[in-house]
């Protein structure tokens, strides 16, 4: 018990200590504490001024980094004012180099409006920018206009595919040349264009560069109207080196066909020629100069409008004007070439600044296209009415039908683009259309030829010429494409028909002939002459007769007929043989059954004038059309 009293008593002294050191510490840092309180009171007047100095410093330091730039931006307005003073001319990069430093040194000083000098170097600034965008626009305008030349039609020409390239006329200014055939060239492999640089390569980043700081100066309109009036006007002069011409639906009609289709030609070249090269060109210096996408579009749209009007304006005037058969042709040469190049058109003039012309260009192709069906569907009408007094006193091929048959053979040359307008216009089968208008075509040539025929007064000849007309369309079917279409059906029938003609020519040319060599009204006569019977009852008179009436007729037939013509020579050939099959073996048979009557008189040879060798030299020379002397239709 003794031992924990002891060692209790030893803790309290401890606790005791350790309380009285701790209350002295407290005591000394207190002291501390108001000494540090005394000293940061007694310093801070110290560091406000340390901090006011620093902070002098400062400002001292920004004002003159202030001063330096602006110093350096009057710098930079002295030398910009020396560059725009001495013009774009001499150095136009540095020149757009100035203009950049003063819209910098105006953005400087807005920004910067407290300095005094703010608002005075701001206008010079602004002045002197003014003057320098006006020296840039008649920079532009004087660049734009030296390099805006016409383009030569040999430099065009010299562009396009050596497929497409024009014979070079006579007069060598490009008027009146022809590619090859158009039809030609859709056989040939695909052809590529390189359009022509309508400006050097080094001159458009000019231009670019100044016309880019006339948009930034806000003088996009300035900028349109030099554009649209310098290019505008080139490719206007381009156009009417090149022969394109604006003409009207009367002046088509004034024409003579052959002048007509010699511009048509013409307008179907330019046309290829103006949108593979030239217009593609100028989309292309229009697309390097401008970057604003409006402004360039607007631009192209109209610097092209004016020309594009004047190259359609033909094609329309073509298409309104008075519809023949001969257009047909060339309305469809015109309508093929809208249509291959309106995959281009559509691309050129792509922009919505652009619709009018995109829609210029296709209500011309339906034009185009409704005046071409309307023109072959009149073809038909005009065949059956047609009325010429042409005369074919020979009988030979009338020159309606070679000319309705070489159109037909060149409609199925244009099969295809036909096609295409049954497609637009009508439903149902092409083919079957094609088929049909070209039967009512042949039908209308023969009810034609069947009408000419009665101006015959011969009726042989009537079946001579029926004869050759429905041979020669049946010999061109066959050669032809037609044929396909129209069926072997139509060629046979049509063939029979030509025999059927040839049969009528020889009853009414040869019956009567054929008569005077028949036995029928021989008998009843006197003076038999003993040969076995065969010549009893047979006066030698009737039989002079009967040679008389014959050689009278084969003489006439022989003088007529060597002037009518049949052309094609199988069918000549075949004809005489017909003849001669009939004629030859019955003239034989009556001089070997009454030849001896006459022979044994006087002056045998006066009724007995032909060998059946010399009938047969005569037939060779019938149909070959030798006088055109006292025809006797």
Not at 103 to 118: A, D, M, P, Q, T
Not at 549 to 578: C, G, K, M, Y
């Amino acid at each position: 018990m003794e031992t924990l009293s002891e060692r209790a008593a030893l803790m309290r002294e401890s606790m005791q200590k350790s309380q009285s050191v701790t209350d002295n510490m407290v005591t000394i840092l207190g002291s501390f504490d108001h000494r540090l309180s005394a000293l940061e009171t007694a310093m801070r007047p110290t560091q406000l001024r340390t901090h006011s100095i620093r902070r002098a410093h400062e400002n001292i330091d920004k004002t003159l980094k202030v001063a330096e730039a602006i110093l350096g931006q009057f710098d930079l307005k002295r030398q910009a004012e020396a560059k725009i003073l001495r013009g774009p001319h001499e150095d136009l990069e540095s020149y757009l180099e100035a203009v950049d430093q003063l819209r910098s040194i105006v953005r400087f000083f807005s920004g910067n409006k407290s300095l005094k000098s703010s608002i005075g170097v701001i206008n010079q600034a602004n002045n002197l920018l003014g003057k320098a965008i006006f020296k840039l626009e008649e920079e532009f305008r004087q660049l734009l206009t030296s390099y805006s030349k016409p383009v030569e039609p040999d430099r065009l020409f010299d562009c396009l595919p050596n497929s497409l390239r024009p014979s070079v006329s006579s007069s060598g200014d490009g008027h009146g040349t022809k590619p090859h055939s158009e039809h030609q060239t859709k056989s040939l492999e695909t052809v590529v264009y390189h359009p022509p640089a309508l400006i050097p390569a080094r001159i458009l980043p000019l231009l670019h560069d100044l016309a880019q700081q006339m948009v930034e100066a806000g003088q996009q309109q300035q900028l349109f109207n030099i554009y649209r009036e310098t290019r505008s006007s080139a490719v206007e002069h381009t156009l009417r080196k090149l022969g394109v011409e604006r003409l009207s639906k009367d002046d088509v009609q004034k024409m003579q066909w052959e002048v007509l289709e010699a511009k048509i030609g013409d307008w179907i070249h330019f046309m290829r020629i103006l949108v593979k090269l030239l217009f593609v060109a100028e989309k292309s210096v229009c697309n390097q100069i401008f970057d604003h996408e409006s402004l360039r579009d607007q631009c192209f749209a109209e610097v092209m409008a004016n020309s594009v009007a004047m190259l359609l304006s033909f094609g329309e005037a073509i298409a309104k004007s008075r519809r023949s058969p001969e257009k047909l042709f060339v309305l469809l040469d015109m309508y093929e070439i809208m249509r291959e190049l309106q995959p281009d058109i559509d691309i050129i003039f792509g922009s919505k600044y652009c619709g009018e012309i995109r829609e210029a260009a296709k209500v011309l192709t339906k034009r185009l296209a409704q005046t071409a069906q309307e023109t072959f569907g009149d073809f038909e009408e005009a065949v059956e009415k047609d009325a010429t007094k042409t005369a074919v006193l020979d009988g030979t091929v009338h020159p309606l039908t070679s000319y309705v048959i070489n159109y037909v053979k060149f409609v199925f040359d244009y099969q295809s683009t036909l096609k295409q307008l049954f497609k637009e216009f009508n439903d149902g089968d092409e083919d079957e259309q094609l088929a049909s208008i070209t039967t009512r075509i042949m039908q209308a040539l023969q009810n034609n030829l069947d009408g000419k025929s009665k101006q015959y007064k011969d009726p042989a000849l009537t079946q001579l010429f029926l004869m050759n007309n429905i041979h020669y369309i049946v010999r061109s079917v066959r050669k032809s494409e037609a044929k396909d279409l129209l069926g072997n059906d139509w060629v046979q029938i049509h063939r029979r028909v030509v025999q059927q003609h040839a049969n009528q020519y020889k009853r009414i040319s040869w019956s009567k002939i054929l008569q005077c060599l028949s036995i029928q009204g021989l008998q009843g006569g006197s003076g038999s002459f003993g040969d076995g019977g065969s010549t009893a009852n047979v006066s030698r008179a009737m039989i002079k007769d009967r040679y008389k009436t014959f050689n009278i007729q084969f003489e006439e037939l022989h003088q007529r007929q060597s002037q009518w013509t049949v052309p094609d020579t199988e069918l000549r050939e075949s004809l005489r043989l017909a003849v001669a099959e009939v004629l030859l073996p019955a003239y034989r048979s009556f001089v070997k059954r009454y030849g001896p009557l006459i022979q044994g008189g006087k002056n045998p040879q006066k009724y007995i004038r032909y060998s059946p060798e010399d009938l047969e030299r005569m037939l060779a020379e019938f149909f070959e059309g030798k006088t055109s002397i006292d025809p006797r239709r």
